[in-house]
């Protein structure tokens, strides 16, 4: 499925039998906005910042697991605060480990975007349930 | 960014599954409550831990080959392969039990189950099981990703497939965060 | 490289069915689609045909009234998911996208010969069910549940067809949305692109983040189908009505799908056909993505009789009403681009204004429909049938039949007998109304939808549509018989602006294109992809 089609590409770089380099003009594979400049630095993070963010995340989980072991008259509250830890835990993993912090910032809006998009979709459901 | 258009399918795909969950868990709170009881929080735990180790693990291997070391990169990669197989081992173990148990859709215990906690059980195997599925796939991809890195065509200067398998395990890692909580923490 | 070398067109060079069905050549694979999109339009046209056949008269004609209920189902499946969804995009927006950015290919050209396959695969799948167990799925292109989930007809393997259509579908949308951000020709901005590949852009999204939900929820019907499970069962806790919420989460976004890239075909053969710039360029790019976007949010006007609540019923009706301003935006664009532009009256113009007429019709109906208190009398009538053959076929249909006519001379060099284009217009034309206005009023009076049988005062109306039926299979026969026959007609060599007011940049390369799409580096007009003021010179 999934599997066969973005690995194709990922192997090796998409070499097209033709191409406009013969033509003078920049070839397709080069990213145009670059062309020209020197290549970009790239952010490397660290070992070290990879390991505090894991410590974050154990702390964040332990946190959700103490909460719901420990505090079991909480109820529909202890819903919402796993959630929350939940969410801002993806938000350590989409910022650090995936780099989103250090990238265009294009990605950063599309996969706000994204989310934006889903949640509307649970919300509207809610509220045509809420409201039978 | 290709890598990063297909996370967003997947997002919504699992986004499906958890408007699912919320809908059915608001319609039956008690039942899911209920069947809940069921799974086991240390093993959900447990495999939380493991497989956020492995996102720090796969992290630093894209560190490892952007500073050219190609082995520590491979080591690392390994290690989050090792990861994974700790993460589906302990989903066996949990799985097997409740198989033991009858719960499994279209056994005899699952098909006496009162209204509600069928939907938790069938929506607990669906959508552990797709989680696993992805499981296997990322660590293929991680597979090859160690595979070119071996090979030599990963270098420090084109390491798109390493960073492309990490954004897939991160996915994974993601869609656990909140699998957890909603299955295992409903107290 | 000598320059004959350089300018062999695509359709020559390697020849033998391996070289096309393994291209990676956008072009060559453009043509994959067209041709077997085309074809399954026929297996689905006649599927139609033989419904209106059934329709004739009241009663029994030819068919049970089951074997009816499959016919149908096949019909939207075959149309949607193998015709209408994949269509422009796939053949049109394959083949020009990366030509009029500038470029040589899309991003990914693997990923994009992989698109084809899975699409043919999913075809088969969905094809085969004719051929075993108890036929054809009878549940309606919908798939509603419960009775989806219990039905002894092959609704797993049509389900599961779909779910593999929708990767193809996923698969396009990912590509061309990385080969508009990556790939555009230098000086090339977002604001000076063509409006087709706005189009396409927003289209693009669409495929790409509603796909994946009814990907999950046809797995979730296949589960419960194999698992004997009820996930959609109120004794155990469900709700029918959830998979209709899933269900239609994606399928209203995917009439966007359709509708979208017709609109950028429009936006592209009127300022040709009037030889001058495009009334309001970023108010058509802009509203484009309004229309992805508040698309998205109107799912619930398919339910209005389902059993949802007040609350949302309104919200839904509200959201629908909103959709409809953007794309009026755009009509009205289109209008006054005609307006004091030389008009130079040829195929692919007439199309373009029958598409404005007709999807102007289907769009209307659809505020009709959007209106709670006439919805409830109009849902599941033939009103709302009327209404999206309108707007697909009338509106989506017949832009990529202008498209065809449009860019013809292009893709192969050559050109088709206009005088047999312009009559096959008329029958198209005349045919498609009369076929479905009388639905329109049948709705209005109270003909129920995907019934085999009807009262006999809905007689006189139902006969006028299988006549219309008629005289639209013979337009399409006309049609693409002559489309055809032009890969005989040998006449003067076709140049690179057969239309001679042709302004994007497919337009300034040979007819038709080289491998590499240009054998000359593009020239782009300066203030934008419609500068009729400032028309680049292309010699031949």
């Known amino acids: 499925m999934a599997l066969g089609g973005f690995n194709l590409d990922l192997f090796v770089s998409p070499v097209l039998p033709h191409s406009l380099k013969h033509l003078n003009i920049m070839s397709n594979q080069k990213d145009l906005k670059t062309e020209g400049k020197k290549a970009p630095e790239v952010h490397i993070s660290s070992y070290k910042d990879h390991f505090n963010t894991l410590l974050a995340l154990l702390l964040l989980t332990f946190i959700t697991v103490a909460i719901s072991v420990f505090g079991a008259n909480l109820r529909s509250l202890s819903v919402f605060t796993a959630l929350l830890i939940a969410t801002v835990k993806v938000i350590v993993v989409a910022y650090y480990f995936m780099h989103l912090k250090y990238d265009k910032k294009l990605y950063t809006w599309l996969l706000i975007i994204v989310v934006i998009l889903f949640v509307s979709f649970t919300v509207l459901t809610s509220i045509e349930y809420l409201n039978r | 960014m290709g890598m990063w258009l297909f996370l967003f399918t997947e997002i919504l795909l699992f986004g499906g599954l958890f408007i699912v969950y919320m809908v059915y868990r608001s319609l039956n709170p008690e039942a899911f409550l209920m069947a809940s009881f069921e799974l086991n929080v240390w093993m959900g735990t447990t495999n939380t831990v493991v497989l956020l180790v492995s996102s720090m693990t796969i992290a630093m291997s894209i560190t490892a080959i952007q500073k050219g070391n190609r082995k520590l990169s491979i080591q690392l990669m390994v290690l989050t392969l090792v990861a994974a197989v700790i993460f589906m081992v302990v989903k066996y173990f949990e799985w097997s039990a409740k198989i033991e148990h009858g719960l499994f859709p279209g056994q005899a215990v699952y098909d006496n189950l009162p209204p509600g906690e069928s939907l938790f059980f069938f929506l607990y195997f669906f959508m552990t099981g797709l989680h696993v599925f992805h499981i296997i796939i990322g660590s293929v991809v991680i597979g090859f990703a160690i595979h070119r890195t071996a090979k030599g065509r990963t270098t420090k200067e084109k390491y798109t497939l390493t960073e492309n398998a990490g954004l897939l395990w991160h996915l994974v890692d993601l869609i656990w965060i909140y699998l957890f909580p909603l299955f295992y923490l409903i107290h | 490289m000598t320059s004959k070398a350089m300018s062999l067109s695509y359709l020559q060079g390697k020849n033998g069915i391996f070289s096309w069905i393994f291209s990676l050549d956008h072009k060559r694979i453009a043509l994959l689609y067209l041709y077997s999109i085309l074809t399954f339009f026929i297996t689905g046209a006649t599927l139609g045909v033989l419904m209106r056949l059934e329709l004739l008269n009241p009663g029994k004609d030819l068919m049970e009234a089951q074997t009816y209920n499959q016919v149908f189902t096949m019909h939207g499946v075959i149309m949607i998911f193998l015709f209408i969804i994949p269509s422009i995009p796939a053949i049109f927006g394959n083949f020009f996208l990366p030509i009029m950015l500038g470029t040589d290919d899309v991003s990914f050209p693997r990923l994009n010969l992989l698109s084809w396959w899975i699409y043919i695969i999913g075809a088969i799948m969905a094809l085969s069910t004719l051929l075993w167990g108890d036929g054809p799925a009878d549940t309606g292109w919908t798939f509603y549940a419960p009775y989806s989930v219990k039905t002894g007809t092959n609704v797993t393997m049509s389900v599961l067809a779909a779910f593999v ?267 498609f109304n009369m076929l479905y206005f009388p639905m329109l009023v049948l709705g209005l009076m109270g003909m129920p939808r995907r019934y085999y049988d009807y009262l006999p005062e809905f007689h006189v109306p139902n006969m006028i549509s299988t006549y219309g039926s008629w005289i639209l299979a013979t337009g399409l026969l006309l049609m693409f018989g002559n489309l055809i026959a032009g890969a005989w007609r040998k006449r003067e060599p076709i140049g690179r602006n057969y239309w001679k007011t042709g302004i994007t940049l497919e337009w300034q390369t040979l007819s038709p294109p080289p491998v590499s799409n240009f054998d000359r580096m593009p020239v782009l007009p300066k203030n934008g992809p419609y500068d009729y003021d400032n028309k680049p010179e292309i010699e031949e």
């Open chain 3, 165 to 431: 259509l929708g990767f193809a579908t996923i698969l396009t949308g990912l590509n061309f949305i990385v080969t508009i951000h990556r790939l555009r020709t230098p000086g090339m901005t977002f604001l000076k692109m063509p409006l087709f590949a706005w189009a396409l852009y927003a289209t693009s999204w669409i495929q790409l983040l509603a796909t994946p939900i009814i990907g999950i929820t046809l797995l979730m019907i296949t589960a419960e189908r194999v698992f004997g499970v009820g996930l959609f069962d109120p004794s155990i806790g469900g709700d029918p009505i959830l998979y209709q919420h899933l269900f239609w989460i994606y399928s209203h976004p995917a009439v966007y799908i359709m509708a979208l890239p017709a609109f950028g075909i429009i936006s592209e053969i009127l300022p040709t056909f009037a030889n001058r710039t495009i009334f309001g360029y970023k108010a058509i790019a802009f509203s484009s993505l309004a229309i992805a976007f508040v698309g998205y949010f109107v799912w619930g006007h398919h339910m209005f009789t389902a059993g949802m609540s007040g609350t949302a019923r309104i919200i839904f009706s509200v959201m629908t009403f909103l959709v409809a301003i953007p794309t009026s935006v755009k009509v009205f664009n289109w209008v006054a681009t005609l307006y004091k532009g030389s008009i130079n009256v040829q195929p692919p113009l007439l199309y373009a204004l029958a598409f404005i007429f007709q999807f102007m019709i289907g769009g209307l109906t659809g505020v009709v429909l959007g209106a709670l208190a006439a919805d409830i009398h109009l849902h599941d009538t033939h009103f709302v049938v009327g209404h999206f053959h309108y707007v697909m076929f009338g509106g989506t249909g017949f832009a990529l039949f202008g498209a065809l006519h449009y860019w013809y001379p292009k893709m192969w060099g050559r050109m088709y007998n206009k005088l047999v284009a312009n009559i096959a217009f008329v029958f198209l034309f005349i045919g």
